[in-house]
């Protein structure tokens, strides 16, 4: 009985109390026509109160989201379906499925009764707008009676999950000299003798090195045949992001760590396509994907990894050993000073393939955040290591910044480089 008068509403408590008026005027007066009014007026809230906290209690709800796993900004359908459990029925419902603000806002239904033979279907739309694991609902049911004396709150259906993945942009093309060790067709992998380095004899491609021409099988197959080291337990490729937020410049989706995950994801799923096993990792080490031979060529593994990456605490990069894990590598690097940069280049082993992406996080700096450093004198000292090197300003497409490392042809270190920085390690 508490329950179901503190469910009454504004319109239903003043009737009821119209009612006991009634009732205590009917006694002094003697009046029994204005008593039965009375009863009447005291009996309508109290049974409406009764029947709404009844049909609170037997409305069913399933919540279903399709697709589970999104990129931002593209839609997503819930279907809320009820129906309602034994015979009384709601006069009416007020639903509300709590939505996440990044997700989109929360939607309200004004519905009918629902039936426990014709179950109510209802569906909207969701578009979200940053990446991450987010949970839809509860939903919050209001129940009404026929004449709006009384109404009750209830959650219910629980949560759903949704996961908002970076988008993923298509790219073209590869740079000149890499794919090794993936398994392309055409190659032929040579057996040494023991103790020594495997080779692969593969065709030229445009960027290699004219020294490394295997003049035999140039010969045998009569098309020009590089002959290119590989170690093939190491086979694949390494993709590296800073996800260090003082590298960083930007404010939520428009932030430059956002752009520089998106851009990773790209290359993952671009490397995927063409056979590669592919490593991804951060600035720390940590390997998020294709570490243990799983992932390596799933684009769900990659892209659920960087959909809940959090940027990482630490202000400086510091190596020491190869980030790259022995293979070619892919750097996507926020804010790096010259030391940072001459630092990686001496980890990465003499030969190896190397390309990386430097954001220009000032063109991602508000007016109320820190200053940046140039990226230029970074990018000259990865070119003279050999590394494939572009600098990224938020108005280019990522389409253009790829075909930019697909078109440099300085692949292999520079000798005179390496050799000063072992002289000076």
């Not at 939903?139 to 949704?162: I, N, P, Q």
């Not at 093939?232 to 490729?237: L, M, Q, V």
Request: glycine share 10%; hydrophobic share 45%.
């Amino acid at each position: 009985m508490r329950r179901a008068l503190a469910g009454l509403t504004t319109r239903g408590r003043c009737l009821l109390a119209a009612g006991i008026a009634a009732a205590l005027c009917a006694m002094v007066l003697n009046e029994r026509d204005l008593m039965r009014v009375a009863l009447f007026t005291i009996l309508l809230p109290l049974v409406a109160a009764g029947f709404a906290s009844r049909s609170s209690a037997g409305v069913a709800v399933e919540r279903m989201v399709a697709p589970t796993r999104v990129q931002v900004a593209h839609g997503a359908e819930v279907r809320l379906r009820l129906w309602g459990r034994g015979r009384l029925r709601a006069g009416s419902l007020l639903l509300e499925d709590a939505v996440p603000n990044a997700v989109g806002e929360s939607p309200r239904f004004l519905t009918p009764r629902p039936h426990h033979r014709r179950p109510l279907l209802l569906s909207y739309r969701i578009r979200p707008g940053v990446r991450g694991l987010h949970r839809v609902g509860p939903l919050s049911l209001k129940v009404t009676d026929a004449f709006g004396l009384a109404e009750y709150d209830k959650e219910t259906a629980g949560t759903s999950s949704l996961i908002v993945v970076p988008p993923v942009y298509p790219l073209r093309g590869l740079p000149g000299g890499s794919g090794l060790g993936s398994g392309e067709d055409g190659s032929i992998r040579l057996r040494s003798g023991q103790g020594e380095d495997d080779a692969i004899i593969r065709p030229y491609r445009q960027g290699d090195d004219l020294r490394k021409v295997h003049w035999k099988s140039t010969a045998r197959r009569d098309e020009l045949m590089v002959r290119v080291e590989d170690r093939p337990w190491r086979g694949g490729t390494t993709v590296l992001l800073d996800t260090r937020s003082a590298a960083h410049r930007g404010i939520g989706p428009a932030a430059s760590l956002e752009w520089a995950i998106s851009f990773t994801a790209s290359i993952c799923v671009h490397l995927h396509r063409f056979g590669h096993e592919v490593r991804l990792c951060t600035d720390d080490g940590r390997v998020l994907a294709g570490g243990t031979g799983d992932g390596g060529h799933d684009d769900t593994v990659v892209l659920d990894a960087l959909a809940m990456l959090p940027a990482s605490h630490r202000r400086d990069l510091h190596w020491i050993s190869d980030p790259g894990f022995g293979q070619e590598t892919f750097a996507v690097l926020g804010a790096v000073t010259p030391g940072a940069a001459e630092e990686l280049a001496r980890h990465r082993p003499r030969g190896l393939r190397s390309a990386a992406v430097l954001l220009d996080v000032r063109a991602w700096a508000g007016s109320d955040q820190p200053a940046a450093p140039d990226p230029a004198p970074a990018a000259a000292l990865l070119r003279a290591a050999g590394w494939s090197v572009a600098i990224a300003q938020p108005n280019q497409a990522m389409t253009t910044i790829w075909a930019e490392l697909c078109q440099a042809d300085a692949w292999r270190p520079a000798a005179g480089y390496a050799a000063d920085i072992g002289r000076n390690a």
